[in-house]
Nanobody
Framework: VQLQASGGGLVQAGGSLKLSCAVS????????MGWFRQAPGKEREFVAA????????GYADSVKGRFTISRNDAENMAFLQMDSLRPEDTAVYYC???????????????????WGRGTLVTVSS
């Protein structure tokens, strides 16, 4: 299984970006997909997750109401729509897929088995 995140870039505060995550290999639509981020000098943190078939979503408090996670299992894709971006959203964003079946949008990094390389998002003030 391979994941490739894309869509990062430079945007002004208040702007929007949409990240995409392409999944290849043994694609399973019943696996939770998640987005995480790592800012300079900080540990990687949970951003958002969506259960199989998009039934349930979960968000970090810092992005709730601004970011929207979604997935298109027919195309083996996951997305993160980011609106009202702030300078503190600057980070490398990673998509990940859980290694087992979960029915809730899990936040623990240890439960994600497959990771993409990440895409850099820079928000200028």
């Amino acid at each position: 299984v391979q994941l490739q995140a894309s869509g990062g870039g430079l945007v002004q505060a208040g702007g929007s970006l949409k990240l995409s995550c392409a999944v290849s290999g043994r694609t399973l639509s019943n696996r939770v997909m998640g987005w995480f981020r790592q800012a300079p000098g900080k540990e990687r943190e949970f951003v958002a997750a969506v259960t199989g078939s998009g039934g349930n979503t979960g968000y970090a408090d810092s992005v709730k109401g601004r970011f929207t996670i979604s997935r298109n299992d027919a195309e083996n894709m996951a997305f993160l729509q980011m609106d009202s971006l702030r300078p503190e959203d600057t980070a490398v964003y990673y998509c990940a897929r859980a290694g087992a079946v979960y029915y809730i949008p899990i936040r623990e990094q240890s439960r994600y088995r497959y990771w993409g390389r990440g895409t850099l998002v820079t928000v200028s003030s």
